[in-house]
């Protein structure tokens, strides 16, 4: 019972705690809500101010499309009491901005409230839908609204841009038609045409101020089209044809005269042509026949065609007749020249002809030399029977100047190229003698070696010489018999004795070399056998040594004698073979051969 007391008087504040708990739970959910309520309606509120804004935006694009342009302007049109394809164009435009201004223009009004109204109950998914399709309808309705316009205002200024045109155009053909009365004799056979294209012209220009008058002002747009261009083409033949008139109405036929009388004239003086001068005159005048047809027939650019094809044939006819003319007088200067040029060729093949036939009974030429004098005095052969031919053909007047002439120069040529040639064959050959001299000079001069190389030899009294340098020196001795052979022939080769000289020489030096070094492996084995004495008895392998190099000695194995004694020597006093050495050298005499 003590229990139940203690636990009624603890009760009340813990169920004061309990209440209060529950208490603060309310309050923040409450104000956990109002907070939701109040950042969904801030949402709620920009995302409407946006849509507003931008439904403003649309709404103020919307009222630049101002269609009360477009029906003022279909007013004036209207009063200018269009007519014909005119009137039926400016019909269907208006028809056109009557269907856009019931139809898609009202529907982008209509478009707009209710977007508006939607925004204002807060259907958000459907204004953005909604917002979308009003863009796209208002684009549209511009670019018909702007199109309409444009073809209107086309409309109403095709009437005075007709007359400013028609202004320019009655100018420009009064302006010709001045022209041509005044100056009717420079049109000669073209005046008839171009008055029936004055009375023709005159009759269309009527025509489109009368179709422009009655208001059907694309019809008279596209009759002032085809009209501009014929009177533009008629102030270029009023400018272009007297030029061209009087080009074949007088210059051509003033050149073409001259052209037969300075034909006629040179043909009298017996010229002969390379062309047919008179065919091609007759060719002009077929030409000139066709250039007065289009002349009738005011045909400006075929016209300037043929006179072009007409001025370049009569230019082509007097550069004919110059060419000869002045070929003329070429020839008759450079004729006798040309004749003393083939002369001298002829003597100076001549004389090189016999001088290589001379030079080949006591010499071989390796080079074809008489094969290409031969072909050489043929080309000049050749050259002076065109020369006779041509002589032949002014005496006889066969030939044409220019054809002669042109002869003339490559005649020319090819002589100075034989000229060219043959001084390069004399060139080669007339050093023939010169060189044979040179050859016998050295070819003596080997025999003065060859018998020094042997003197001194045999001064030295070895007991006998080296089986190789025996037999190198038999070589060089025949070549040496070859080549002064060679040299006392009738008919000498001197390509060839030059080659065998070459190697003579050079086997000299080297047979030269040779015997300094038999002479002096001889010379220094004697003086290392002669300081192997003083160590003979004492040494038994130096006295070994002595006996070896000795035999090597008396088989004419100089050199490996040498090597023999000396090795053994430096065994026993380093240093004694060079000592040995320098001063056999020093006793030598340099100069050896």
Known sequence: ???????????????????????????TWIIGLVIAIVVIGLALWWWQLRNARTIKQLDEETATLDPGAVTSLIRSIDQLGLTGASLKDFTKWQ??????????LASLHSALLDVENHNAQFRFLTVRRELTTVTDLKAAVAKQLEEIRAALLRLRDSEADNRTRMVAVREAYQESRKTILAKSFSYD????????????????????????????????RAQLDAVTTKVNELRNQVKALPTLINDVVNEFPAQLKEIRQGYDKLKAQQFVFTDDVPAGVKQVTAQLKDAHAEIKALQRKELAATNAAIADKIDALYAVMEKELVAKKAVLQQANDLGRFIAHAEHQNAVLTIELDHLNQS????????????ALKHQIEDISDRYDAAEQGVSEHTMAFSTILAQFNTDRKALHDIEAKHQTIDQS???????????????DQFERDLRDIKYEMARHQLPGLPHDYVAFGN??????TAVRKALNQVKINMDDIAKQILKVDADISELKDQSRAVLDA?????????????????????????????????????????????TVLEQVEP???HKIETDYLNQQNNDLF
């Open 429 to 443: 050959v007339n050093n023939l003698r010169e060189r044979e001299q040179q050859a016998v000079k050295q070819v």
């Open 522 to 566: 001889a010379g220094l084995t004697e003086q290392l056998l002669q300081y192997a004495n003083r160590y003979k008895t004492s040494h038994e392998d130096i006295a070994k040594a002595v006996q070896e190099s000795r035999e090597l000695y008396r088989r004419y194995e100089y050199k490996q004698a040498a090597d023999t004694i000396a």
């Open 1 to 27: 019972m003590g229990a139940g007391i203690a636990s009624s008087l603890v009760d009340p504040q813990e169920k004061f705690n309990d209440a209060s708990r529950v208490e603060g739970g309310y309050m």
């Open 575 to 577: 240093g004694s073979y």
């Open 189 to 220: 056979e073209a005046l008839p045409a171009l008055e029936e294209s004055l009375q023709a012209l005159g009759t269309e220009l009527q025509t489109v101020a009368a179709t422009n008058e009655a208001g059907d002002h694309e019809a008279a």
């Open 363 to 374: 010499y071989t030429l390796n080079h074809d030399e008489m094969a290409q004098a031969v």
């Open 475 to 480: 070589v060089v001795n025949q070549e040496f």
């Open 95 to 104: 028809r056109a901005f009557q269907k856009l201004s019931e139809g898609q």
